[in-house]
C-alpha cells in the first residue's frame, strides 16, 4: 500500500466536500490542544474543524493506545472533531471460512440468557466468558449496522475503540468495556485467575443487551 498516495485520496475526498484540507500539518498549523501530535490532515470547512488520522489496518488501530486520547480530547474541543480512516478494514490473514457466520439476534440473545442461567447456578467465571461472547457479537452487529466496521474477525480492542472514537459508545462505557475486555484476556489466556464479580457479569449481560436494542433501530448497511 502506498500510504501517500492513499493520504492524497483522503485530502481530496475532504476537498470534494467542502473543506480546507493541510497535509501532515505543522506545528504551527495545529491546534494547542493538539501539540506533539501525529496527524495526517486537518480539515476546516466554515466553523467546523477536523483533525484526520489514517491507519493502515485494524491491527494499527488496536496497537496504537493514543486513538482514544486524540478522539477524547479532540471531540472535547469546540467546534472540532476527530476522524479515523481505515485503509485495511480487512487482513486477509484474519478472514474467517465461508462456513461461519454471524449469530442471529435471537442467538446472540441465546447466548446473554445462557449466561444468565450459569451465572444463576455455577460460578461467575464461566458466565462471564459467555456473556462476553454475547457482548463480542452484539458489538459486531451494532458496528456493522452504524457503518462504523464491525467485520467478522475483528479484535475486541479495535471494535470498542472505533465505537469510541465514531461517537456510539461514552467514555464511561469505553472505559468499562476495555477494563472487561482485559478481565477476559486474562482468563482465556490462563494468568493468574482474577476476581470476578456477579455484578461485573449481569453488567456486561446489560450492556450487551443494550446495544442490541440500539442495533435494532439502525438499517443494515448494504454491501
Known amino acids: 500500500m502506498d500510504f501517500d498516495q492513499e493520504l492524497k485520496k483522503a485530502a481530496e475526498q475532504y476537498a470534494r466536500e467542502g473543506y480546507e484540507v493541510v497535509q501532515r500539518p505543522g506545528a504551527n498549523e495545529l491546534p494547542a490542544f493538539a501539540a506533539?501530535?501525529?496527524?495526517?490532515?486537518?480539515?476546516?470547512?466554515?466553523?467546523?474543524?477536523?483533525?484526520?488520522?489514517?491507519k493502515e489496518s485494524r491491527d494499527a488501530v488496536a496497537a496504537d493506545p493514543n486513538v482514544a486520547r486524540y478522539a477524547e480530547l479532540t471531540n472535547a474541543q469546540a467546534g472540532w472533531r476527530y476522524d479515523l480512516i481505515v485503509l485495511k478494514p480487512e487482513e486477509p490473514g484474519r478472514k474467517f471460512h465461508k462456513e461461519f457466520r454471524e449469530p442471529t439476534r435471537e442467538q446472540i440473545e441465546e447466548m446473554l440468557r445462557e449466561a444468565e442461567t450459569v451465572l444463576k447456578v455455577s460460578s461467575p467465571r464461566p458466565a462471564f466468558l459467555l456473556a462476553w461472547a454475547g457482548m463480542?457479537?452484539?458489538m459486531r452487529r451494532y458496528a456493522q449496522r452504524s457503518g462504523v466496521g464491525g467485520s467478522s474477525g475483528t479484535q475486541p480492542t479495535v471494535l470498542i475503540r472505533e465505537l469510541y472514537v465514531s461517537g456510539h459508545i461514552s467514555r464511561e462505557d469505553f472505559l468499562r468495556l476495555d477494563s472487561t475486555r482485559q478481565l477476559r484476556t486474562e482468563v482465556v489466556h490462563g494468568l493468574a485467575p482474577p476476581v470476578i464479580e456477579a455484578g461485573v457479569v449481569q453488567l456486561l449481560i446489560d450492556t450487551a443487551r443494550g446495544l442490541l436494542s440500539s442495533s435494532d433501530a439502525l438499517q443494515p448497511i448494504a454491501g
Not at 495526517?40 to 488520522?53: F, M, Y
Request: net charge neutral; hydrophobic share 50%.
Open 36 to 54: 506533539g501530535w501525529n496527524v495526517d490532515l486537518v480539515a476546516r470547512r466554515g466553523p467546523e474543524r477536523v483533525i484526520v488520522q489514517l
Open 136 to 138: 463480542e457479537a452484539a
